[in-house]
């Protein structure tokens, strides 16, 4: 399923050195690690940390899920491994130099070097150019540094060999005609060693080290070797050399570098890549690049595919991903890659929060972010797994109250106050362990929660995000009686109103708020006359006239108004006078269909007519026709009869039988007590209806009045 800030991780421009290095390539590495976090772009597709610090996506819906867009592949930093065995060496050697003789396809110059023999056919585009031109050479030049790379001639590797690299990441840097062509020599030759010896460990192992060196910064490059169908060979050569280390490390690489595509995520699923992926990294776990690129990989396959997000779940993949953070608890890369990778497999999946639950992911991500608590980057995926993780699944939430996230979660918010998407996450977390939990409730406001969620919406006033989420936060808290009480004392009444003022034009803001406001004026008088007092009447009527095509707006607008409506003589004026009674009437014309709107709508006009001037207005306005066709619409929902009974009776009524007691609260439709129900929303007991089913009548005509109010309102 949030701007100014101090603790914001900022790109690091990188020197002259960290470039060249990046170009330059060691034939032999395998024990490659990847730059620090602070270059590392988690939660984006193809870019450096955003200074904005915006990741990932939202879905909508109750409760709060975040899913990061694909991961881009780590830069590789580039050390020789110094202890290598001699016999590895020696081994090596031998296999290349049987190889090299078997395919006759070099010879040596005279310092050393690797050239090819004058009878090797050339490429296809020397082929169609003259012989000696520019083309032809530079087609020689990129043929001989691949088979330089396929066939190493001695180990450790030379300089020379080290810069074969930047000679096929030159020739493939630009898309033009000429580079082009390039790319298909490049990926012609490696996927035909690929297909011939399939066996051979070496050049499997250099097959995939050219593919994910070449693709690992280009779009272009990746479809390239999608399409011409790389990743089955990948995937056969991880089948092919199960016990081998370089090969599936290799091959989980060449694999992360295609997952931005999403033709190629499809190819590796159905190749069951997954379950290759996950059955590496539990059977090679010391190998702490394996498992950063194994994660990162099963987060970018699960991103934005439910059938993935299952499938890794059923075969332990969260298991695996867990493990690794066990395994290696201080490496802060790899944590939070870990991280990530349950952030995408537990969104919007309940079988997987569940999984996850049992699986302890919730301690390891607890610990890691305990004991790197100075890393913004693992405290910020850190929350979002969490609030992922807790989502949907009750027993996770309450996990989560027994291993103290509620302290954890104020302690990051209290600590970043000033870094908007921090405090938006930290507020989604908060939120979703409250949803259905009244222990958590209640000890987030024990913890000062209510008035820290409410300086941070001060401080964010105008983010957008942030405001969101924090309403939405206070929504869920103030179903606990002392955490209302708490609000109203720290002038929580105040805030809302403001940011209906401020926030106005912006739906999902607008519906957050509103419903703040419903529960928050719930069985406190207090608090409704406060938000009479403060311009809040005006402000919620304004929002339900610029928001007539939201259902949710018009919906929990009327369960606002029906609540501050119960409050005393000076509310029910200003709600006469800011034309409430008019926008409600429209609300329930306009939405016929929807129960719960023509529930609230009888419940708030009915309060109204305790005035007498709010009476004679319904009267006026024929809510009588309105209230009359809303009940035979919906003679299958008890709580709408009953609330439209009540309200017809007393518009039939003398109205100065009601103006007599004006400041008396509303007889059994407020009072909750005959009707079992609560006005909070979200949390209303149903009753279950005493009458019996009828043929349903005609929709009774609207009025004139409201279709020419109608008609203004829409324009």
């Known amino acids: 399923m949030m701007e100014p800030e101090l603790t914001i991780v900022h790109v690091r421009p990188r020197t002259e050195m960290e470039r060249l290095r990046d170009v330059a390539y060691d034939a032999e590495d395998s024990d490659l690690v990847s730059i620090p976090s602070d270059n590392i772009s988690l939660g984006s597709l193809a870019t450096p940390v955003p200074k904005s610090f915006t990741w990932g996506c939202e879905n909508n819906g109750a409760n709060s899920m975040l899913e990061p867009f694909c991961v881009k592949p780590p830069h590789e930093d580039i050390d020789t491994p110094r ?11 031998r296999t290349a130099g049987r190889i090299r003789s078997a395919m006759n396809l070099h010879v040596e110059n005279e310092d050393g070097s690797a050239r090819l023999q004058q009878n090797d056919i050339l490429s296809p585009v020397s082929q169609c150019s003259v012989s000696g031109s520019e083309d032809d050479l530079s087609a020689r030049k990129v043929q001989d540094a691949v088979n330089k790379l396929l066939f190493p001639e001695e180990y450790p590797p030379s300089e020379n060999t080290k810069k074969t690299m930047s000679i096929i990441k030159k020739s493939v840097s630009m898309i033009s005609e000429g580079t082009e062509s390039h790319l298909e020599l490049i990926l012609g030759l490696v996927f035909d060693e690929m297909k011939k010896n399939p066996r051979n460990e070496l050049i499997q192992d250099r097959g995939c080290l050219i593919l994910t060196r070449i693709s690992r910064d280009s779009k272009h490059t990746q479809g390239a070797i999608v399409a011409k169908g790389g990743v089955p060979l990948i995937v056969r050569a991880m089948t092919t050399h199960t016990r081998s280390s370089n090969v599936q490390s290799r091959a989980i690489s060449a694999l992360l570098c295609l997952t931005t595509d999403r033709t190629a995520r499809t190819q590796i699923i159905d190749h069951r890549g997954t379950e290759l992926i996950s059955w590496a990294m539990r059977e090679f776990s010391s190998i702490p690049l394996l498992l950063k690129n194994g994660a990162t990989c099963l987060c970018n396959l699960s991103f934005g595919c439910g059938e993935s997000k299952r499938r890794i779940g059923r075969i332990g993949g969260i298991h695996v991903v867990v493990n690794a953070m066990n395994k290696f608890p201080q490496d802060a890369d790899l944590q939070a890659r870990c ?23 919730m301690e390891a991500i607890l610990r890691s972010m305990e004991r790197m608590h100075a890393d913004v980057n693992i405290q910020y995926q850190g929350c979002i797994a969490l609030a992922n993780i807790c989502a949907d699944e009750w027993e996770n939430r309450m996990r989560a109250a027994e291993l103290g996230v509620v302290p954890i979660a104020l302690k990051i918010l209290r600590k970043n106050l000033q870094n908007g998407p921090m405090c938006e996450h930290a507020l989604t977390l908060l939120r979703n362990i409250s949803i259905q939990n009244d222990h958590n409730q209640v000890s987030i406001g024990e913890h000062d929660g209510i008035e820290l969620v409410l300086s941070c919406i001060k401080v964010h006033r105008f983010n957008k995000k942030v405001v969101e989420k924090g309403c939405g936060t206070l929504r869920y808290l103030l179903f606990a009686k002392a955490n209302r009480d708490r609000f109203l004392e720290s002038n929580g009444i105040d805030s809302l109103v403001r940011i209906m003022r401020d926030g106005a034009e912006h739906v999902s803001v607008s519906e957050a708020v509103i419903y703040t406001v419903g529960n928050a004026t719930c069985d406190n008088i207090d608090s409704k006359r406060a938000v009479g007092r403060n311009g809040g009447i005006t402000a919620i009527v304004q929002i339900m006239a610029n928001h007539l095509d939201s259902a949710e707006i018009q919906e929990h607008g009327c369960r606002a108004l029906r609540n501050v409506a119960d409050a005393d003589e000076l509310n029910l004026r200003l709600l006469t006078e800011c034309g409430a009674i008019d926008t409600v009437l429209v609300a329930m014309m306009g939405y016929s269909d929807n129960g719960s709107i023509q529930e609230q709508g009888c419940a708030m006009l009915y309060n109204m007519t305790a005035l007498e001037e709010g009476w004679r207005q319904a009267r006026e306005l024929e809510a009588v026709a309105v209230v009359t066709r809303s009940r035979c619409m919906h003679l299958d929902k008890s709580m709408v009869r009953i609330q439209a009974d009540a309200l017809l009776k007393r518009l039939k009524t003398n109205p100065n039988a009601c103006a007599a007691c004006p400041k008396k609260k509303v007889s059994m439709i407020d009072s909750g007590q005959k009707l079992g129900m609560r006005v909070l929303s979200g949390k209303r007991s149903r009753c279950d209806s005493k009458g019996h089913n009828t043929p349903r009548q005609e929709d009774a005509p609207p009025t004139r009045k409201l279709l020419q109010l109608l008609g203004s309102s829409s324009n």
């Open 83 to 93: 202890k290598r065995e001699n016999s590895r060496r020696e081994r090596l050697k």
């Open 339 to 361: 991280c990530l990778a349950l952030r995408n497999l537990a969104c919007g999946l309940r079988a997987n929060q569940w999984i996850a639950g049992r699986s302890q992911s």
